[in-house]
């Protein structure tokens, strides 16, 4: 008798978020990912439609107390200001050298007042600090706390305008990504420039790197070269996620 419960509620949960999915793709496919129509990205339909359908839309991922912090291991790439490693970059390498006091992040696109910002620009926006956990794709996680400007007062600051629907990121190591307004403008996106108390170290991006605190880690961009704010998906082709193997969405 129990087992057969577990097997109708299982069923009508399938069911239930199966149609939340199938009403988004006939009502209101402005709401579904970008890569809805590949076959191999059925369960990023699934999972995107059912975080956007039945989770509050500004709800906070967890946050933790300093003595919850733990190691925190950089991996992917460490410096891209190594001539030696396969993303190397001779922009950053001279901007490092100068201890980035030369840096400036681009934001341009569907904004009124495109512009070059300084670290010291962005460290003069009101500023958040959270302790929060990174749970990587490889299976491991850890637990640390950033600073930065919430990318939505930047996004303000600029005048983003009402036709926006993604916000895309290029780094100074090659890579191209984007989340959507949702998660742009979530209280916990940051535009992060220190952990644990310090400015953030070259392994783990700086000057500044991406926290999209409700999505996986590789979301987390590091190195942060230019923003664009558009109206239509650009899946960076190949230099962005989808072409390299990777799920858009990674909402956890």
């Not at 410096?79 to 970059?89: A, L, T, V």
Request: charged share 20%; glycine share 10%; hydrophobic share 35%.
């Amino acid at each position: 008798m129990k087992t057969s419960r577990l097997i109708n509620r299982r069923h009508a949960l399938i069911t239930g978020l199966t149609s939340v999915s199938g009403l988004l793709i006939s009502g209101c496919s402005r709401k579904l990912p970008p890569t809805y129509g590949n076959i191999l990205r059925m369960g990023d339909t699934l999972t995107y439609a059912a975080h956007r359908a039945l989770l509050a839309e500004q709800s906070l991922a967890r946050e933790y107390s300093h003595k919850d912090i733990t190691s925190f291991p950089a991996i992917g790439t460490t410096d891209p200001g190594d001539p030696s490693k396969p993303r190397s970059s001779e922009t950053y390498r001279r901007l490092q050298s100068g201890a980035f006091a030369e840096w400036r992040l681009a934001v341009e696109g569907l904004v009124a007042r495109p512009g070059f910002y300084s670290l010291a620009d962005l460290k003069r926006f009101p500023s958040r600090t959270q302790v929060t956990r990174h749970t990587c794709e490889e299976g491991w996680s850890a637990i640390a706390e950033w600073t930065g400007v919430p990318l939505s007062r930047v996004l303000d600051a600029a005048g983003m305008l009402r036709v926006a629907r993604f916000v895309s990121f290029y780094s100074y190591d090659g890579w191209a990504d984007c989340i959507d307004m949702l998660d742009a403008l979530h209280p916990q996106t940051l535009l992060a420039y220190g952990m644990n108390g310090q400015d953030l170290s070259v392994p783990h991006g700086a000057p500044v790197r991406l926290r999209v605190e409700r999505q996986l880690g590789y979301k987390n961009m590091k190195y942060i070269e230019r923003i664009v704010v558009r109206d239509e998906f650009d899946d960076g082709g190949k230099n962005g996620s989808i072409q390299n193997g990777w799920s858009w969405y990674t909402g956890i």
